[in-house]
C-alpha cells in the first residue's frame, strides 16, 4: 500500500495518493524564497533558511530593512511588485494552549533589534489553513533541566549557521512579506484567511491547472483524469466505453420489455380462461366433457350418458331450463320452521317463494349469476304483474341470448364491448350490470344499489344489513301497530353480487339482542343439500348454513340488484338510453 512520505498516512491506491497529496499538503503550501524546498511547516523553514542559506544570499536578493518605529518591523523583498506601505498590526493574541487552557496576551511588539526580536517572541508553526499558529508552553520542574540542554545546543547551532539579522525573519506563506515579528504574521495571516473567504477558496488541479470551488469538485475532477489516463493506457476511448454502455443498456431495457410484453399475454390469458372468454366452448361443451369424464371414471353407464346427453339437447333447443338443478318449496318449509323453532329471533322477514337453482355440470364454476337470476325469474312469475314475462325459467343458453338482445337494443353499451357483444357459446362470467340490462330488456324495473366500501369495523358492512332490513320492512310496516315475529313478504329476493361470486337474499333474521343475519341461497349448494331444509330433521343444520352475520361478508365491495316494478315503454326507452353512461346508487 502507498504510503505518504509527509504524514505517514496508508492509502488504498496511486490514485488516493495524489488526492491525499493535493487536499493535504498542497492546500496554503509553505515553501522557501531562496530554493525550491516546499511542503514545510514555518518552523522547519526557518531553520532551513537559518541554517543553508548564507548572508550572501540575504545580499543577492536586495533585502532591505524597513524600520517602523515603534511599530512592528517589516521586511521587504524588492525583487517582487509588493506594496511596502502595508501596516503591520498588533493585537491581542489568544494563545491555544498553556496547560490545556487559554490564555490571553496583550501587548505590542516593538523592534528593539534582530536579537530582541528573536527573544520575546514565541515559536510559530503553520497551521493546514495557512494562518501561523503561536505556540507558547511552560516549562516543568522534571524536564527543565533536558529542555535547557537542548535549547543551548540549538542556540550554539544556529549562531554558527546564521547571522542575528536572519533569525528575526519571518515570511507569510501566502505572499512576499517578511516580518521581523511573528505576532505581526499571524495577524497579517488572518487578513490574507478573511479575504480568501469572502472571495472563495480555489483548488487547482495538479494535473491541468483547473480551479474548482471546493476539494470534493477537485477530487472528482483529479478522478476522471486517472479513469481516461488509465483507459489511454489500455487502448479503448472514453467515447468507446460510453457507446458499448448506451448499448448495453438499450439491450437490457429491450430484454425487460419483451419480458413484459409476454408476462402481460400470459396474465391475460389466464384471466380470459378465469373469466370464459377463452373460446374453450360454453355450457354445452362443458356438459359433454363432464358427462365423457364421468364415463371413463365408471361414475356413469353408457346408457346414462346417452340419455343426459339427450335431455340436455333438448332443453337446449327449447330455451327452457331443464328443472334437474331445481329445488322447489323451500321458502313455506323456512317459514314453518321459525313458525316452530325460531325462540332466539325477535323478527324474520322472508321473500316470497322462490326456486333454489343449483350448478349444474354444464356451468360448475361460472354460472352462479345466470343461476341466481333464475331465482329470481321463478319468484316473478308468482307474481300477477310480471305476467308478460316467459311462463318458464330460461335455461343458461338462453338467458345469455336475453343479454345478448339486451346489448343489441342499446342497453349497457360499456358491458356489451367488454364481452365483444357476445355470450353465447362462452363461459363468461356476468354481474350486476348484466343482470340489470336484462331486466331492463324485459321491462322490469330494477335498481342497482353499490355498497363500494366498508362501514364498520373489520371491513365489514353492516350498512348493508340495515339497507337489507328497510327493504324488507318498508312494505310491511304499513298500517301495523305491532307487526308478527314472522313475517313472508311478497317481494322477490335480492341479487348480490361480490368478486367472483354472486348470491340471493331471501330473508333476515333480528335476534332478541338487536344482531342482523341475512339469509342466503347459494348456487353452489347441491339439490340434494337444499333438500334437507324440506325435512325438520335435518332443517336446523341447512338454516345454519344460510345464515351470514355482519363478520361473514368481508369483501371490499358489494352490490344489489332489487326489483320494484313493471316499466313502461317510455321508461324503458329512457332508461336504455341512461344506460350508456351506467351509474348505480352509493352507500356510503
Avoid at 516580518?179 to 478573511?194: G, N, P, R
Avoid at 354481474?431 to 331492463?440: D, Q, R
Avoid at 367472483?500 to 339482542?513: D, P
Wanted: charged share 25%.
Amino acid at each position: 500500500m502507498p504510503v505518504c512520505d509527509i504524514c505517514c498516512e496508508e492509502l488504498l491506491s496511486e490514485a488516493e495518493m495524489k488526492t491525499h497529496l493535493l487536499l493535504s499538503h498542497m492546500e496554503n503550501l509553505m515553501a522557501c524564497p531562496f530554493c525550491s524546498l516546499s511542503g514545510v511547516s514555518y518552523d522547519e523553514l526557518s531553520f532551513h533558511i537559518n541554517t543553508a542559506h548564507t548572508d550572501k544570499d540575504y545580499q543577492d536578493t536586495n533585502v532591505t530593512m524597513v524600520n517602523s518605529g515603534q511599530k512592528n518591523d517589516c521586511i521587504t523583498k524588492s525583487t517582487s511588485n509588493v506594496n511596502a506601505t502595508n501596516t503591520c498590526k498588533a493585537s491581542h493574541q489568544l494563545l491555544p494552549q498553556v496547560n490545556g487552557t487559554a490564555t490571553q496576551i496583550t501587548g505590542t511588539s516593538h523592534s528593539q533589534g534582530p536579537s530582541a526580536s528573536r527573544k520575546s517572541s514565541p515559536p510559530a508553526a503553520a497551521t493546514a489553513n495557512g494562518a501561523i499558529k503561536l505556540v507558547r508552553t511552560t516549562q516543568t520542574p522534571s524536564n527543565y533541566t533536558r529542555r535547557k540542554s537542548e535549547d543551548g545546543h540549538q542556540k550554539s547551532k544556529q549562531k554558527r549557521l546564521s547571522s542575528p539579522f536572519k533569525e528575526g525573519c519571518f515570511p507569510c506563506p501566502m505572499c512576499n512579506l517578511v516580518y521581523s515579528d511573528c505576532f505581526a504574521l499571524q495577524e497579517h495571516v488572518e487578513i490574507h484567511l478573511q479575504d480568501q473567504d469572502a472571495g472563495g477558496m480555489r483548488y487547482e488541479c495538479p494535473m491541468c491547472s483547473l480551479r474548482c470551488s471546493c476539494s470534493s469538485s477537485l477530487q472528482e475532477h483529479v478522478e476522471l483524469h486517472l479513469e481516461y489516463s488509465s483507459a489511454s493506457a489500455t487502448g479503448h476511448s472514453p467515447g468507446e466505453d460510453l457507446t458499448l454502455a448506451r448499448k448495453l443498456q438499450e439491450e437490457e431495457e429491450q430484454n425487460w420489455r419483451e419480458v413484459q410484453t409476454r408476462r402481460e399475454a400470459e396474465d391475460f390469458k389466464k384471466l380470459q380462461k378465469q373469466f370464459g372468454l377463452d373460446n374453450s366452448g360454453g355450457y354445452r361443451k362443458q356438459m359433454e366433457r363432464n358427462l365423457d369424464r364421468a364415463v371413463s371414471r365408471g361414475q356413469m353407464l353408457p346408457a346414462d350418458f346417452h340419455r343426459k346427453r339427450a335431455e340436455m339437447l333438448e332443453s337446449l333447443a327449447s330455451g327452457v331450463d331443464d328443472g334437474r338443478s331445481k329445488t322447489s318449496g323451500l321458502m313455506e318449509a323456512l317459514y314453518r320452521y321459525y313458525q316452530r323453532d325460531a325462540s332466539d329471533c325477535a323478527h324474520v322477514w322472508l321473500c316470497a317463494e322462490t326456486d333454489h337453482y343449483s350448478s349444474s355440470e354444464g356451468d360448475k364454476g361460472w354460472g352462479c349469476g345466470y343461476r341466481n337470476f333464475q331465482m329470481l325469474l321463478s319468484s316473478l312469475h308468482r307474481m300477477e304483474q310480471y305476467k308478460h314475462l316467459p311462463v318458464s325459467v330460461p335455461s343458461i343458453p338462453r338467458v345469455q341470448a336475453l343479454m345478448e338482445e339486451a346489448w343489441a337494443q342499446g342497453a349497457d353499451p360499456q358491458g356489451a364491448s367488454h364481452f365483444n357483444n357476445r355470450l353465447q357459446g362462452t363461459r363468461a362470467w356476468i354481474g350486476a350490470t348484466e343482470i340489470y340490462a336484462v331486466l331492463t330488456s324485459l321491462s322490469v324495473k330494477a335498481r342497482i344499489v353499490d355498497f363500494h366500501k366498508p362501514t364498520g369495523p373489520r371491513e365489514t358492512h353492516p350498512r348493508l344489513f340495515e339497507w337489507v332490513k328497510q327493504y324488507f320492512t318498508h312494505s310491511t310496516s304499513r298500517g301495523a301497530r305491532l307487526p308478527p315475529k314472522v313475517v313472508q313478504t311478497t317481494l322477490p329476493p335480492v341479487y348480490l353480487q361480490h368478486q367472483g361470486h354472486s348470491r340471493s337474499i331471501i330473508g333476515m333474521e333480528e335476534k332478541a339482542n338487536g344482531k342482523l343475519c341475512l339469509l342466503f341461497f347459494d348456487p353452489g349448494v347441491t339439490p340434494a343439500e337444499m333438500k334437507k331444509v324440506l325435512s325438520q330433521d335435518t332443517v336446523t343444520s341447512m338454516v345454519q348454513r344460510m345464515r351470514k352475520y355482519t363478520s361473514g361478508l368481508k369483501h371490499k365491495q358489494y352490490q344489489v340488484v332489487i326489483v320494484e316494478g313493471v316499466l313502461t315503454a317510455e321508461e324503458k326507452q329512457s332508461r336504455i338510453l341512461n344506460s350508456r353512461t351506467l351509474r348505480a346508487e352509493k352507500i356510503p
